[in-house]
């Protein structure tokens, strides 16, 4: 018998994911590559360069664990200084191994402590060295996100 869960959300490279990175950082469904792409897009100082998915769920997240896992290709030359899960809302984050920047598909999974209460929407965000051009897009896909 399986176990319910609170939370059970899949997607695969369908757009119900959001981007706030600017007007770069949209989301693009990718259907040829079955994937969601998002632009990098580099800060006004030209210092880093940042990208963001974010989602909201319908329910409010238990005080527990999420677990989240995907699947991720960062283009070769992507230098990644920074990669986190957080809720919006509260202090919750947890950092993110890096995946390495060989254009390949990785499997990466988070965990992320939920302690506070009203808390509905998640966001990944990224940060890298500033990058060589503005077309760069990094890939996710098979984004599940889990809260028994």
């Not at 369908?14 to 990098?40: F, H, P």
């Amino acid at each position: 018998m399986s176990e319910k869960r609170h939370i059970d959300d899949y997607t695969n490279f369908q757009y119900r994911w959001s981007s706030t990175a600017g007007e770069n950082g949209y989301v693009i469904d990718d259907k040829a590559e079955m994937a969601l792409g998002v632009k990098l897009r580099r800060s006004a100082d030209e210092q880093s360069s940042h990208l963001d998915l974010r989602k909201k769920l319908p329910d409010f997240f238990k005080q527990e664990d999420i677990t989240i896992t995907f699947r991720m290709s960062v283009p070769e030359g992507v230098e990644i200084k920074g990669f986190t899960l957080r809720a919006i809302g509260g202090n919750q984050r947890v950092d993110i191994p890096f995946p390495p920047s060989d254009g390949k598909w990785h499997q990466m999974e988070a965990r992320l402590l939920i302690s506070e209460s009203d808390l509905k929407e998640l966001w990944i965000q990224l940060h890298t060295a500033p990058t060589l051009t503005e077309q760069v897009l990094v890939g996710f896909n098979d984004i599940h996100i889990i809260q028994n």
